[in-house]
């Protein structure tokens, strides 16, 4: 069997607490009905009494007295007054009297449970009811057979009842509709969006469009759409990136072979004589380099993940000095580096993991410094610098250039690959690998935002540092 839905249980819910209410205002309503009930056929008796009071002693009719006993609804009718109670007419065959109610001293809980007792049981008993008197009179007294009592409640049980499927009806139908509006039909409409992006997330076309509520609705409703938009530009981007990534891992080793044999050609004509092409042969064996090192990384940055970082106490001082070897800066280059770290300065890492780290940011400082010198600033002196402290749980190292700086739109993504490359044609993998190999570490890599240049900011901490 097929269960409702949101907007049935709702229905269902509405009708259900609409009834709840009415039978918390039955309660009440039925014992004040039995009690006004009873009530007006003491002020019928009270009328009774004062007749016959007034007749002499034994001068009403039997007829007379029957006549009002069934105008009063009873079957005996008695005051008390001056301290004695006096019997002014009953029938001629009373019955036994099985409850009494005294409506001068009964109470709420009282008045409830008696009217409950009379549905339940007042089909054949008689009760004694004892109401306020007149003037000369305690009170007044009636002997009454409850079936017509008991008749009375039951059509006005059947009143309350259909009133009260009338009113639940009525309010739950406008509480639905109301609701079905407002609520059940927009979140309807969002469950149905969520299916149909979980069906194609990279198709646009499936992201929700807002509605322009102002409500909480429209706010799931924006919420919903940034996310979809953002997750369908991930996934299409991620689906390019696994593409990219298979396609490279097919050529790379037709890739490597071509190009290691280009670098034996290049060799063997650096060896020639011919002045042009002394020149010409260290900047095709350089182009040759990058372009094995971008083949490099990229298969590097493909991997499914980088090796856990072997961390060990090392000298920091002669890793950064081998940039002078890994990236070509002899006194005589266009670019000096400058190493101001202390010679007993160790740090805990990995030195493949941080060699590769410092390598990455030396090449981009270096590539940034040789285009601004190509773009107009040949005289000025480029400087690559790498420096060092120890501080309090580990190492921080700066690496810095006084190059043209990082432009802002670059900034935010800037560890982003194959986003966050500073130059036209660079793929950005150089600062992302090294930001994975810092965070490896349990570092972190920032770029200080005011400082001239480029300069980053690495903190490394030991291993034996509390994580931060």
């Not at 002499?56 to 609804?73: D, K, M, N, S, W």
């Not at 007044?140 to 009592?149: C, F, T």
């Not at 646009?204 to 102002?214: K, N």
């Not at 490359?421 to 600062?431: A, D, E, I, K, Q």
């Amino acid at each position: 069997m097929r269960r409702p839905g949101l907007s049935g249980r709702l229905l269902l819910l509405t009708v259900g607490f609409v009834m709840l209410a009415e039978v918390l205002i039955y309660v009440p309503s039925i014992a004040n009905f039995r009690r006004n009930w009873l009530n007006d056929r003491i002020a019928a008796a009270r009328i009774a009494a004062l007749v016959l009071d007034a007749a002499p002693a034994g001068a009403v009719p039997r007829p007379l007295q029957e006549r009002l006993l069934a105008q009063v609804g009873a079957d005996m009718v008695a005051v008390r007054s001056g301290g004695a109670r006096r019997l002014l007419a009953a029938s001629e065959v009373p019955r036994g009297v099985a409850h009494e109610v005294d409506l001068r001293t009964a109470g709420g809980a009282e008045l409830v449970l008696d009217a409950f007792g009379s549905l339940l049981w007042g089909g054949d008993r008689s009760i004694r009811v004892v109401g306020e008197g007149m003037e000369g009179v305690e009170f007044v007294e009636i002997v009454l057979d409850e079936a017509p009592l008991r008749a009375a409640m039951l059509a006005f049980s059947a009143t309350i009842l259909l009133l009260s499927l009338i009113i639940s009806g009525v309010t739950a139908g406008l509480v639905y509709v109301s609701l079905l509006r407002m609520i059940v039909t927009p979140v309807r409409r969002l469950t149905d969006h969520i299916v149909a992006f979980e069906q194609d997330p990279e198709d646009d076309r499936r992201v929700i469009r807002p509605s322009g509520r102002r409500d909480e609705i429209g706010l799931a409703e924006a919420a919903l759409a940034k996310m979809e938009g953002a997750l369908s530009g991930e996934l299409r981007q991620k689906k390019h990136l696994a593409d990219l990534g298979l396609a490279v891992s097919k050529i790379n080793h037709d890739l490597r072979n071509m190009l290691a044999s280009a670098q034996l050609f290049s060799d063997r004509l650096s060896a020639l004589s011919d002045p042009a092409v002394q020149r010409l042969a260290p900047k095709l064996i350089a182009a040759l380099d990058r372009a094995i090192g971008f083949c490099q990384a990229t298969l590097a940055y493909g991997r499914a993940a980088e090796r856990p970082p072997a961390r060990r106490i090392v000298r920091l001082a002669p890793l950064a000095e081998e940039l002078r070897d890994i990236l070509g800066l002899w006194d005589d280059g266009p670019v000096t580096l400058v190493v101001d770290i202390p010679d007993d300065l160790e740090i805990d890492a990995d030195p493949e993991h941080l060699s590769r780290v410092l390598t990455n940011l030396g090449r981009n400082a270096v590539q940034a410094l040789e285009q601004a010198g190509a773009d107009g600033a040949p005289g000025a002196a480029r400087i690559l610098g790498v420096a060092a402290r120890r501080e309090p749980g580990g190492v921080t190292i700066t690496v810095s250039d006084n190059g043209p700086g990082i432009p802002p739109q670059v900034r935010e993504r800037l560890f982003q690959a194959f986003q966050g490359s500073t130059r036209p044609g660079g793929t950005g993998l150089g600062l992302a690998i090294a930001a994975e190999l810092v965070r490896a570490h349990g570092g972190s890599i920032v770029l200080l935002p005011d400082a001239p240049g480029a300069r980053f900011r690495i903190t490394l901490p030991d291993s034996t540092a509390p994580p931060a």
